[in-house]
């Protein structure tokens, strides 16, 4: 039986695209973001930060400054509960630019631009992926305040909104180390960029103190900082399950974080993809 030779068409007369179409773009994103997942499995101490770093820092804030601030320790959860929440959960954003280069760093980008897929896909996978590192912080976050006595007066409905406010500012921060990741020389440089800002904003927040409790001259500069108004958002929805102008004002900024910074972090990639 003689086999019938399938005709190739030369290249010349082939209708082919150096662009992605946005369903393969899409495709790509999610088969990077399970690379993403994969790396988490396979090499779980990745999760070192968003599992041990949420009950540490929970129960050393809630007994240091508990008695001191509110009186006991139960009164103190309502408070320390969403500030550690935030705090916990915005600081496993850096892990996005870190990673990214340290994979630049390795060459895997480099692989990736000679496989026929789009050229985001690494970026944008990469992205998608931590939020699954977000998830397993706020999930943990709120069951360790749960086991200490936090019963929160929003209900479960308040705590799914606040942890999806939580994760979707998040999200858009990442972008900001992102960017730092394409940019910076080593991985170690993106870590410390990314801590000299976050330190700031984190700690000079209301988080974890009142900020009538500060010098009159520092608290022009909490009640501005973008991370206290995340604070209140998420404290409103989980203690009283209301929506305040503060949701509102944490999603306008995350909103403006990504404008800015998505198309600046894709910029230089490409030059570098």
Sequence with gaps: MTAIATPITPVADRDLSNRSTLGLTVRNTLTMAWRGILK???????????????????????YIFGGAIAGDVQNYLPIIIPGILVQTVITTSVVTGVQLREDMDKGVFDRFRSLPIARIAPLSGA??????????????????????????????????????????????????????????????????????????????????????????????????????????????LVNEGTVTADVF?????????????????????????
């Excluded at 499995?41 to 809630?62: A, C």
């Excluded at 403006?256 to 600046?264: N, S």
């Design 249 to 273: 004002t944490a999603l306008l900024g995350a909103a403006v974080i990504v404008a800015v910074f998505a198309p600046l972090t894709v910029r230089a990639y490409m030059r570098k993809a």
């Design 40 to 62: 988490i499995r396979r090499t779980p101490e990745q999760l070192i930060d968003v599992t041990v770093q949420p009950i540490i820092f929970t129960l050393m804030f809630t």
């Design 127 to 236: 992205l998608l992926a931590d939020t699954l590192r977000y998830t397993i912080a706020t999930t943990l976050t709120f069951t360790m305040g749960f086991i200490m006595g936090f019963r929160p007066g929003g209900g479960l409905a308040g705590v799914i909104a606040a942890g999806l406010l939580v994760i979707a500012c998040s999200w858009a921060m990442s972008w900001i180390f992102a960017f730092f990741g394409v940019i910076a020389r080593t991985a170690s440089s993106v870590q410390g960029i990314s801590m000299l800002i976050l330190f700031p904003l984190t700690f000079l927040s209301n988080a974890f103190v009142p900020a009538d409790t500060m010098p009159d001259w520092l608290q022009w500069f909490v009640e501005a900082n973008p991370v206290s108004h995340l604070v209140t958002a998420v404290r409103g």
